[in-house]
């Protein structure tokens, strides 16, 4: 069976393409997950998306994806305040790519603090849902890196 | 049908009158409910009241409070910390009023950092259940001047 | 004869309704002086209601107030710096309501020094000229209260 | 019948022994509550021993260890960041002993932020999987000093 | 009737030629009017000059200074503390010129906070009563810019 | 005629004795210009004693005493925010000895910003009342040397 | 003829593949450019490739490069210093994709200041040489965009 | 001969039990130690146990401490301001124990530096002459870890 | 033969009139030249004028300015980071006046550093293009003086 | 037999009268001793007078000093850096009054951290060695207080 | 043939002996190559002597200088604000040894922040060009070590 | 006879060699006194060289140096802690030089606070015990210059 990936979203992202376009775009989570999907297929990867407003369930996909050949995530609002999902992300082995749909230095000072990004491989922002297209191919050049 | 305000209590407000009346009253949780309905009663809104002390169930409240007249909010200690919480309400449209019992002025300095104040349109502490009261009365004032 | 709420502004506030609409509203400061009277004639006050640029003035009228059954203050500029403001209302044993037009959250950083609030009971903001209102009917209910 | 200690466990504590062996060492957190047990079988004390990713679920389980007779408590990242968990510990009127398994002057700076330790009747760390024998006896000690 | 250029001068600057000569020059406060009134008539204006060691009055004049067309202001120590000149300031519409007879970036470090500037149009420092002659020069320029 | 010592108090402090006297002491202003008129008899000075609450007057008297033999100075809350009182105390020649009732150190931080002391010969607090009985001792004592 | 997609790069990349591998990778700049280069032809650009060590000639490439289609830029160690390279970033109208090979969340603390970021698209940070790859997909699909 | 687990005390612990007992309990300094000795007896380690006021005695018995078996330290006031001692400590490869009898979080800001607990395997405080019994046992259990 | 002003621009002056004209006007830096030949012309001095966006090439002109008679500089972006161009600056005896296009006071924080400022006699800022001709007038002035 | 003040010096208070006198004066510390001596005798109090340059000595006679009647210490460099001599000072319960021949606040930064002032009744700096003079009619004075 | 110590010089460097000679001694930058290069000649080395205003220059001289034995390096301005010359630094694996003639701790805040002085092996400043001679001395020794 | 250099060493200096040796190397403190030795007799001084972990008899020490030539310091931990030292050292008019074997900028953060260096005449870091031998040049050089 094909490896997986896993693209984890948290808060707010259910709400894609409804609210503050002009910053996140028209593009619903729905398409989000159909882009993640073709790139996934074309690169022989299963892929397992979803999307959560709770910190503690982002926590357990986050240690269920152990099992899994790399992480994508998008942690929305936790990326500046959640030292527990910092934590859990360090438990992992497999790569891990931060995605932000919109580009966080230029706004407020708060989204300045980021706890994703020091335990992630790298990170991809400001590109809208195109951003999750590039992440699955970097999850995927990571993994062959890997083994 | 009479459009609805939600009045959204966070952590620990269910010990409403228990917990250090000194700082926050001795009003429970259910007669700040009473005060609300009553006020709003008077006013012609439906009031739909709830407490959770987990801040995803929260944010899922307030994306759901999309669809009412007006949200009062009062975020407990998520106050202060949730990024999340402030990202999910600037996704409404609605008048937010938020609500403190005590004045966080005259406490620790932590509690000087705010996430829901930036994304309100106005803030009521200081005045204990009292607060609840004038909270409704502003949020059936703002929802006439948005009409 | 009735007791007096004191109702006391501060610096710019007599321009209320030309400078700047967007964030102040369009009501003047007699439409305000209007709202005051309106209520505490309802709730049985008498209204002490006086706008200064000075911030000498503003303490020595405070002082005054320790007279008057409760005050009402929107300090203006002067909240943010006035650390002799601070003395005067740490002097009163009446109740203290703090009064913002517009929200402090949502402007300068230099507005997030606060040294009205520490020395208040309570505090109002976001709501424009309605704030006043509901601050009238808060200074009511904390006389009672005291009584 | 014989009075609890409640010993909770924050987020990916379950991982215990599996993740950062050199900074957390090999027991696992079952080893833990086994450690527990024994100790409060010897001192005549019940044991609720329980684990969750969830600051939500933390926060009830707190509220739930009022009827309890002291609380030893490892709030994983939830230490550095939850204000939420600092006012539901705030409402306890039981012995609170913190514990950590390593020691945290000796990592990152954000560790040094902690809201569980200045509503802690003591705190204990560094001592791996050791550090809740004593912690236990600590409680102990502390619910007889109460008494 | 030409228009009016007012040049508000704040606390201390009447003892100008007096005071600290090393750091402020030897021209007197009636020497400085006297360039001020020089330039204004060769370019065809009247001018307002006065001085004050009250923040209160020079709120007062600035408010007054509506009906003029350029304001020139060297606030002197209120330039470092007054939030309230600087909502006074806010509220004009017409050309805002501040001057400095010495150069603050050379003295104490407090000088570097600054509530005139971020609401003026331009800023003079340095050049000692001079700095007054280009000051006027400057409001002319921007009056005639506006028009 | 015998040289004067000007004594003068800001902010508040026409309150003493009324105001916290677990903080200030039970000495009304009375109390302490007649303590300070004694001594000033005693050692050959006449006393110039006076009050206000405007930071405008302070600064014009301060000005004023130019003209005296020594300041003895108790700016209250404006011995925190004032750089023009700064400014002013600058351009005096003679002594100037700072009071204060109680013990800056023991109160807030905000209480930790001093633009007096920077500009004073010396420094005196937490004696209460007692406090301006040796600092017309040491005004007195600064003369003698200054001549 | 084909539009062109500028790719500069700053200070030290000249040393690619032979400094500190450990962080930045085998790949020395030429293999970087051809990178580059195979993936501009695929998606039909030109490609203008080069390396400076001086901020100024930085500048004036970033200046030349409003002629072409889009900008991908490593600025190496002026990333973290360069206000001036920020302000030449703000006079372009193109795409502006920020490279790093490396994640400097997991690096220095100096490089946490950053002047390319807010001038920027987006950026790409963690996947070595792959992220110019990706960099100059997302080159080319935001100049789509734009048209 | 057993080995020594070394004990030392820094100032004004030698005050213990007549010094703000309701922050430090009412165990004298004697009391302390008997505790200790009862503990090493039972353990098989024989104890040195010292006070000192002066920060170089403290680090001249921390470099003799390098002969025993652990050290548990409890170093006052020296905890929060010294260098020189931290240094000290660094050069020891045994076990180290820091103890507090009191909890620093619920204490002076000072007190949130600490150049103990950085070179210490574990801490121990805020349960009075009661934490010294466990970190006897945590020095003991350290000991056999290390054999 | 007439002394020299030197008159250097630094980093993306060379745009001026293209680039955010609604910050910086909509003079081209050509236009700016003939406003400083014009007044140089009438006030009888030769003018040295050029622009760079290389922080060395600014220095090595500063150094060469020590030859004219005084140096009008905006160093663009370089002003807020170059200590390497203060103490060139540091090494003139001639007056040194610092011009800006715009009001620094009124945008990005960075701005608040200066590194010109406090090696300059002056600062004149705000006033577009304008500001040049009364640098220029300063910079005679200055002259004058200092002979 | 007459109760004692202590009078305790600190660190290269020893020096007095040969080191920096346009600092600290010309008078030794023998002439402090003689002028404390002579108002002790006035006030019939006896006066133990002593230097050490030592921390764990001063805090050994500040213990010492519980048995007097009044403690005046100038504690020298040990002011802005002991917290073990803060923790000496706060077991008294007798009068402490700090001294500083300097004053500090015209002095470097490390100075304004002070340990000893939030622990001192009060706090008299910049009178030289006639500081020492009214230090020891304070010390009188707050004695009888007591009583 | 010998191997070459590189001492590379930064801005304003070329001025030495004629800027400021009470801070930086009155030799010039001819006699300290004279220094250097007599102390080389003793030690068997050969020296490459430069100096240049341009930040880019000097990164491309010490990347060029990894063919030599040594670098001794005074990045004058540059060594406080360089990120980039830091990095270049961080290439080498030669011994580096950072000079400056004056002291910069007893000079401005912003010569605090070094970025050279991490990467070198170790630093000589305050000895004017005496520090040039023992700086090629201690390169003599390293290199000694290394090999 | 020959004038002495003193060479004073602070606290944990005596273990030199038996601690963390890839910091501090393998010479011992016998071995530094060695090499001072040699230096100073080729050199025509005496050589006083101590150390003590007090840092009272390392200002003891300082205050009696005044008798000698130079003083060669290496205060350990106390470099970066006392502020007492620092004044013992502003007594001195003799040449200082500051010795440490590490580079302190590539430690911890709290070893960027130096109060020993802003009173040295120059400071010499990271070269290990040879270090020792190019001070005691530096010290015979700056007497010499001083004579």
């Known amino acids: 069976m094909n490896p997986s990936i896993y ?3 948290g808060p707010n992202l259910n709400l894609l393409g409804q609210r503050e376009p002009e910053i996140y775009g028209r593009a619903t989570l729905d398409d989000v997950a159909e ?3 073709a790139e996934c297929d074309r690169l022989g990867f299963l892929l397992e998306f979803r999307q959560t407003n709770h910190e ?3 926590i357990d996909w986050v240690q269920e994806s152990r099992g899994g050949a790399a992480l994508v995530i998008n942690a929305g609002g936790y990326t500046h305040t959640s030292v527990a999902l910092h934590d859990a992300l360090r438990t992992l082995t497999i790569p891990i790519i931060e995605v932000h749909l919109s580009n966080p230095s230029a706004r407020e000072a708060f989204r300045g603090t980021n706890f994703v990004a ?3 491989s790298g990170s991809i922002s400001g590109f809208g849902a195109f951003g999750y297209h590039i992440a699955i191919q970097a999850a995927a050049q990571l993994c062959r890196r890997v083994e």
Do not use: W
Request: charged letters at 10%; one cysteine or more; glycine letters at 8%.
């Open 35 to 37: 882009i993640c999907r």
């Open 56 to 58: 503690g369930v982002l």
């Open 7 to 9: 693209c984890l979203n």
């Open 118 to 120: 020091p335990a992630a």
